[in-house]
């Protein structure tokens, strides 16, 4: 039962840390441009000889 009173608190830490670095990534821009990433991908850039 000690075990519970060190634990409990950790993982709502942990979970709480997990939630602010969910929120910055977000306020920051993180997600904004989904799906130009995946289009960059598929491009080729090397020019045809």
């Known amino acids: 039962m000690n075990l519970l009173i060190v634990l409990i608190p ?5 979970g709480a840390l997990g939630l602010l670095a969910f929120l ?3 306020n920051s821009g993180q997600f904004d441009d989904l799906d130009g990433s ?6 080729d850039d ?3 000889p």
């Open 10 to 14: 950790v993982a709502l830490g942990l």
């Open 38 to 43: 995946a289009e960059r991908v598929l491009e």
């Open 46 to 48: 090397r020019p045809l």
């Open 24 to 26: 910055w990534s977000l």
